[in-house]
């Protein structure tokens, strides 16, 4: 099952587009593939610092991942 929502992968595919355009305007030629490849990625290590700050910030781990001794 696929929990990701579909608005926002129409909103990923826009934007690829979108940066597809403007890259070739000045020329530079890469596939509308390898922008989604490369915003996916770069949104999945947003997600993953995210929930690492957000544990840190909780309180119950340190910064290095681990669980705080009580």
């Known amino acids: 099952m696929n929990t ?6 129409s909103n990923l595919v ?11 305007h000045f020329h530079i030629n890469i596939g ?3 922008i989604m490849l ?3 990625s770069g949104l999945a290590v947003i997600g993953v610092v995210t929930n ?10 340190t910064l290095g991942g681990f669980r705080k001794g009580y």
Do not use: C, E, F
């Open 4 to 9: 990701y929502s579909a608005t926002q992968q």
């Open 38 to 40: 490369l915003l996916g």
């Open 32 to 34: 509308s593939d390898d």
């Open 14 to 24: 826009a934007i690829a587009g979108v940066i597809a355009l403007i890259l070739n």
């Open 52 to 61: 690492w700050v957000h544990r840190y910030q909780k309180g119950d781990l």
